[in-house]
């Protein structure tokens, strides 16, 4: 017994990413840059304590997960790609600096 071809399947969009449009792109990639800032402001001040850290931190990793899509979007030699791209790396290597404990 064979079963009849499929016939009519709706299209189904698994990338939400794709749809976003060029200004949200570039609206992710302030705030995401923005909170990398936020987090330079932390470490220049003497007074901030790790535990006021660990939300900043975590939400810097959670950022940069988001962010992962969006780069394999751009095009290779784009500027925002590259710019994005130095963020997430830096937003990554501080996360796992402030987990391991190097500002102890």
């Known amino acids: ?7 009519n ?9 794709s749809d976003m449009g060029t200004t949200q792109g570039i609206r992710r990639a302030e705030q995401f840059l923005d909170l990398l800032e936020a987090y330079q402001g932390k470490l220049g001040d003497t007074g ?18 988001k ?3 969006l780069l394999d979007l751009l095009p290779d030699g784009d500027g925002l790609k590259d710019v ?4 997430v790396v ?11 404990g190097d500002y102890l």
Do not use: Y
């Open 84 to 87: 994005l791209n130095r963020a």
């Open 90 to 100: 830096t937003a990554t290597v501080e996360a796992i600096k402030f987990n391991r």
């Open 1 to 7: 017994m064979t079963l009849p071809p499929v016939q």
């Open 67 to 69: 962010m992962k899509p």
């Open 9 to 17: 399947i709706p299209t189904v969009q698994f990338d939400q990413i």
């Open 48 to 65: 901030s304590t790790l535990k006021e850290f660990s939300p900043l931190v975590a939400s810097m990793e959670s950022e940069a997960a």
